[in-house]
């Protein structure tokens, strides 16, 4: 098979003031004609800089600083300035996550397909219009010709996709990157951007790199996957083999962590610890002191890249026979961390009703004309019935723009509803001004998606827990304040060496631990988490979700989780309700609703879903 791509040991790296980072050291891999390969791994283990050093166009202060890239029989890092802009585009393309940042927004998306086709070709205007045109109808968008007029914000985030897929393919590339291209998209979305990134590669025989952290987008669309940590990469299989037969330690920890039905009342694997910075790697294998396999040698020594079955690479000393043979290396540390912790108790939410909505509305104005009369009304939410139990979950599902947000938000009133009920603990809150609702603040809290932007960057940790108590609970002393801080960073896996940091000296895990240590210090019954995991890593993700779960367990929290990740409600939730277009089209028990849905809204929910099934 003629191989596209070829990557010999490249190393990329940064000078820090602590030192100088290797952000990639020594990877090595192929890509095929006509295949999608995977890159996959979390935040920060190189994978995008290795992407980006493909194109050649690495970040202020990176430097390639050995190894070689050969891309269509030429290495790129011998290329000058002007040989490496023309392989761009016309071998290499890359689509990136925010179709929106990549797209200029002051020329219509006709003429930035066109100046990228007469960048490369040597066409009239007429030719690139109707190359242009073509290359739209590819990507199945639908009128074409009036859409080449159009500017990016008026289109959706799939369209916006599509056009960036079109400008990739336009010049008929023999490698295409495309580096999460649908973390942003909704999940149906998602799932329709990949079919087409199939066809394509099939259509044209181009070759794909696919950069993701989703593991199930990878098993159902990619023919080989590398897995990436730290700057290295740990294990490579074609993927049906990986999935079924993962071998190393990070990999095994990296599948368990995907939340699903089938791990529902047990813990989810999350790996201890996070990623240190590039300088603060470890000599030898640089997922030592996460690994629940470490051995005593395993800090010290680097593990190189062994074949152990055809095609199936791997970077481990346990593979390694000579290594193994040597007693003290291999002995295992004395403090092995559990791969699992316990199983948990669910919540069956068997409680006293803690909240009922009854026929929520928030209708928006649609103004006209000078006068600005009202023409219409958007109905962000149509009507939506939901009750909620002491000790229970349910999640309100559904894709973006559905209304689940606004809901969210009307039901623990920071949004004025304009019609329905809301009971709190039997009381009816519906309109009560805000002067009556702030006692009740106390008993219903939010965690956000983003906690960087939830949380002021000048206070520190123990001011942003704080702050909440002087507010909601002003009767209580200065030393019982500090006691509920205590044990509130404690409960969510906090150290009290850490009260004293600002957010930015945080990672996003324990940024997120923060944000729901500022929500339960004041003891509240009720929590709504608004896609409170959506923006981490899977195994953060991970010690988050055990966090709420152990959490609610333990204090018989009610918890309304708003998500777009179907895995995430199998794995949190008693009951789900499926939102489309302001209304709950279909409302049950998660094992019941999601194993034999109803509506046919969540029945294409369910099949977008990509899943790794390695019976199937
Ligand atoms: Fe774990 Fe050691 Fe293998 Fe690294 S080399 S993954 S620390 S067992």
Known sequence: MERVLEVDNLRVCFDTPMGVARAVDGVSFHVERGEMFALVGESGCGKTLTALSLIQLLPEGARVESGSIVLSGRDILKLDEYEKRTLRGDR????????????????????????????????????????????????????????????????????????????????????????????????????????????????????????????????????????????????????????????????????????????????????????????????????????????????????????????????????????????????????????????????????????????????YPIRKGILKRVVGYVKAVDGIDLTIKEGSTVALVGESGCGKTTAGKAIIRLLEPTDGKIVFMGEEITHLPEREIKPLRQKMQIVFQDPYSSLNPRLTAHQIVEEGLTSLLPELGATERVERIRRVFSLVGLTEDMLGRYPHEFSGGQRQRLSIARALVVEPRFVLCDEATSALDVSVQAQILNLLKSIQKEFSIAILFITHDLGVVEYMADDVAVMKDGRIVEYGRVEELLTNPGHPYTKTLLSSVPKIDVAG
């Open 92 to 363: 290499v393309s890359m689509v990136f996550q925010e179709p929106m940042t990549s797209l200029n927004p002051v020329f219509t998306i006709g003429e930035q397909i066109v100046e990228t086709i007469r960048a490369h070709r040597d066409v009239s205007k007429r030719e690139a219009r109707d190359m242009a045109i073509e290359l739209l109808r590819k990507v199945r968008l639908q009128r074409a010709e009036s859409l080449f007029d159009e500017y990016p914000h008026r289109l959706s985030g799939g369209m916006r996709q599509r056009v960036m897929i079109a400008i990739a393919i336009a010049l008929k590339p023999d490698l295409l990157i495309a580096d999460e291209p649908t973390t942003a998209l909704d999940v149906t979305v998602q799932e329709e951007i990949l079919r087409l990134l199939k066809e394509l590669q099939e259509e044209f025989n181009t070759s794909v790199l696919l950069i993701t952290h989703n593991l199930a987008l990878v098993y159902r669309n990619a023919e080989r996957v590398a897995v990436m940590y730290g700057g290295n990469m740990v294990e490579s299989a074609p993927s049906k083999v990986l999935f079924k037969n993962p071998m190393h330690p990070y990999t095994w920890q990296l599948l368990r962590a995907v939340p699903d039905i089938k791990r529902r009342g047990k813990r989810l694997t999350s790996i201890p610890g996070v990623v240190p910075p590039a300088y603060m790697f470890p000599e030898g294998c640089r997922f030592s002191g996460r690994c629940p396999k470490e051995m005593a040698g395993c800090s010290s020594l680097k593990p190189g890249l062994k074949e152990v079955e055809k095609g199936h690479l791997l970077s481990c000393h346990l593979y390694n026979h000579e290594f193994m043979k040597d007693r003290e290396r291999a002995a295992p540390l004395v403090a092995t961390r559990p791969e699992e912790g316990p199983p948990q108790a669910e919540g069956r939410g068997e409680g006293a009703t803690i909240l009922e909505v009854k026929g929520l509305k928030c209708y």
